[in-house]
């Protein structure tokens, strides 16, 4: 059996990365736990991180914590709103598996990060998934936001939905890689209704115009790929990268037509399985087909 990692896939002579959703590495993994994110980022895989701002308290100030849900009765140990929790409340936290069962991990905080992240593979990329706007980002929170990616920027991406909260924060990093997400605020649905496809990536550069990767929902990339539209040649004719997200199983047809297409990512919760499909892993150059 193979031991090397699942870091990509290549298919027809096109190098595809695999984006480890949540920080999973396997399907049945628990998300954002601190273990797969140094893992993943110490052998050279991309992994995704959401972003939720957290409350301030007596000894510490707001900033942001490593969930995606506002709620943290669930997925962690604690209860109520995350925007509401200190840091000192959120450290004493554990995260749940998922059948929710209290695990050995605690909830992580960003700007903890970078005391973890102390062996990062050159390849590395940490995309950190900001699930705020704009109007959530004052002074005080940019500022604990530059304190906690600068150790690491030059192994991150911002991607967020809102392209002024990608260039307000991203400003304040130079460092930081910019990405992109213009498939929020019902654009999936709207594009596909009206079929508008060269306006939308029109729009998506002019809106984000430093954006080195394009993050999109697989339900628009399909739909408009069986109306004869291919976006992600389209976005690469721009000069911009395409990751597809996300896909749940490794069994999912639609991830052999991800491939077709030729993104340069897809995010996955399953990225062994993936990998295994599709074939034996070869070190760092990812599992080939012919």
């Excluded at 102390?118 to 936001?145: G, N």
Aim: glycine fraction near 8%.
């Amino acid at each position: 059996m193979s031991t090397a990692e699942p870091i990509a896939v290549t298919s027809n002579g096109h190098r595809t990365r695999l984006k480890w959703h949540r920080a999973r590495k396997r399907a049945d993994d628990p998300p954002f736990t601190r273990s797969r994110i140094v893992e993943g980022m110490a052998v050279g895989a991309s992994v995704e991180v959401d972003l939720v701002i957290h409350g301030s308290g007596s000894s510490a100030a707001r900033g942001f914590a490593i969930l995606h849900d506002r709620d943290l009765a669930g997925t962690t140990t604690g209860f109520g709103d995350v925007a509401e929790a200190p840091a000192d409340y959120l450290r004493s936290l554990s995260l749940r598996d998922n059948d929710g069962h209290r695990i050995d991990e605690p909830v992580t905080l960003l700007d903890e990060l970078g005391g973890l992240l102390t062996d990062i593979h050159p390849k590395a990329l940490l995309q950190l998934d900001l699930k705020q706007s704009a109007r959530d980002l004052d002074e005080s929170i940019v500022r604990a936001f530059v304190g906690a990616v600068t150790p690491f920027a030059e192994h991150a991406i911002l991607s967020c939905g809102d392209a002024d909260a990608v260039r307000i924060l991203t400003d304040a990093v130079p460092r930081l890689r910019v990405g992109f997400d213009p498939c929020h605020h019902g654009a999936v649905d709207r594009v596909r209704r009206w079929r508008t496809y060269r306006r939308f990536v029109d729009h998506a550069v002019a809106a984000s115009p430093r954006a080195e990767v394009i993050y999109l929902d697989r339900r628009l990339v399909l739909t408009v790929a069986d109306r004869g539209t291919d976006l992600v040649a389209a976005f690469h004719a721009a000069g911009r990268e395409i990751d597809i997200y996300t896909f749940g199983r490794a069994d999912d047809p639609a991830i052999d037509r991800a491939l077709e297409l030729r993104a340069d990512a897809i995010t996955t919760d399953d990225p062994h399985g993936v990998a295994q499909r599709f074939g034996s892993a070869t070190g760092g150059s990812g599992v080939s087909r012919p």
